[in-house]
């Protein structure tokens, strides 16, 4: 499937992880679509007729983990089989507690990484996995008194199903460990779940984000934030029974986000005047996602961690790179050359494509420091042809972000009194 002229050609299970649209078309893939826009904008479309029904100015009464609870047990009756792909973040982990705090039957838990990887860049793909993933798994079995179906998966054999159109196959997260969730359904784990009948791989993705513009809160989703979480089934036009769910963003059960970004909002309040929330809380690219996780990860999942809003997570985690490839944890595979020879030359060769046939607007700048390039550089001994220049618009570093509609919350103030109003 290319593109069609109608959306609801575009089967539910793809529409609802989100479509884009350009000249009246709508794409399952985004370098399908950022090629044909040329010079021009492409819009994203994720469940905004389904999203547009919901009035998010008005708060659910219901606790937030009990709105937890009640899409765990939504998701549980709506498949045969619900898997849960854990990472040891706090965004699987809050997703896990939903399941497992509820009695909720779980089928397996997926933890994957770079298991098979050998080079000193291996370490850190899988050291999340191993030094917070494990453990709190096998906390939760001995606190629960459980025992999980856990399935390591190794991500280093999907690299060699790449083919010469690989980037039209999958997201747009160029990532090695992201490219490769497109091939997922073909390892036999999944292949036996879904010889039983319809099964849901389910994701935490990630928690609201709030704008303030015009001394209003506001709800909007950007794309990049779900990139390369999505599986090869949901991108190919063939029927599968592996199916992606998120479990906050969803048309199915709207009231989570809304409480979230709620109680969000409120406390954001007590913390910030209008001024500083204009600076603050913005659409912009220099957005400092990490400041605004301290600030919001306590707020929605406190039940689960120990951090007070604002402050550092007190757990091991592997921060962020700029932006694409330049992350640590992918830079195992540019050095696994000798073991995946054919996979880094198609590799390449997907890029070199996308640089070709996609205007340069549509990819986000390197960075302006040189000295943090050479640091991969002397890292990565990536193809020449692929080398990273400052300032320069790359598809190595990812696509512009496309945002949703945005999704009117409340006005700044008076929050306690309206709240308090609407649920005597």
């Known amino acids: 499937m290319y593109s069609v002229d109608d959306i609801k050609k575009i089967p539910d299970r793809i529409r609802r992880l989100g479509v884009y649209k350009y000249n009246g078309r709508y794409y399952s893939n985004k370098y399908r679509a950022l090629t044909d826009a040329g010079t021009n904008y492409i819009n994203w479309v994720f469940n905004d007729d389904e999203f547009a029904k919901h009035d998010f100015s008005i708060e659910p009464t219901k606790d937030l983990y009990e709105l937890y609870a009640r899409r765990a047990w939504q998701i549980r009756q709506k498949y045969d089989k619900v898997v849960i792909y854990y990472s040891g973040g706090i965004d699987s982990t809050a997703v896990l507690r939903a399941f497992v705090d509820n009695d909720v039957p779980i089928d397996a838990v997926v933890v994957y990484g770079a298991w098979s990887a050998n080079n000193k860049f291996s370490d850190i793909n899988r050291s999340e996995q191993e030094r917070v993933g494990i453990p709190y798994l096998k906390h939760i079995e001995k606190e629960r008194n459980i025992k999980l179906n856990v399935h390591f998966l190794d991500i280093v054999p999907f690299h060699q199903k790449y083919n010469e159109d690989w980037v039209y196959n999958n997201s747009y997260n160029l990532v090695p460990a992201c490219s490769a969730f497109s091939y997922f359904d073909e390892d036999p784990f999944f292949q036996n779940l879904m010889m039983q009948g319809s099964v849901c791989t389910v994701r935490g993705v990630d928690k609201p984000r709030l704008i303030f513009e015009d001394n209003t809160w506001k709800l909007a989703f950007l794309d990049v934030t779900l990139g390369g979480v999505t599986s090869y089934s949901n991108y190919e036009d063939r029927k599968y029974y592996l199916l992606d769910e998120f479990f906050f963003w969803t048309p199915d059960y709207p009231e989570i986000v809304a409480k979230q970004a709620h109680i969000v ?41 120990q951090q007070k809003v604002g402050e550092d997570r007190p757990y091991y985690y592997v921060p962020p790179a700029f932006s694409g490839v330049m992350n640590p944890k992918s830079w195992w595979f540019f ?80 929050y306690e009194e309206d709240y308090n109003d609407s649920v005597k």
């Not at 005047?273 to 957005?287: G, L, V, Y």
């Not at 890029?351 to 550089?377: A, G, R, V």
């Open 335 to 414: 050095n696994g050359k000798k073991e995946l020879v054919k996979d880094n030359q198609l590799f390449v060769e997907g890029i070199l494509q996308l640089q070709n046939t996609i205007d340069p607007m549509h990819f986000n700048k390197t960075p302006d420091d040189q000295s943090k390039i050479d640091i991969f550089h002397k890292n990565c001994p990536i193809d020449e042809r692929l080398l990273i220049i400052a300032g320069k618009r790359d598809p190595l570093f990812g696509t512009v972000g496309c945002w949703s509609p945005d999704y009117f919350i409340k006005k700044y103030g008076h």
């Open 265 to 305: 909002a409120r406390e954001l309040e007590k913390r910030f005047t209008p001024a500083e929330c204009e600076i603050k809380f913005t659409r912009s690219s220099k957005f400092d996602k990490i400041g605004f996780g301290n600030l919001v990860e306590p707020i929605v999942y406190g039940k689960y961690i």
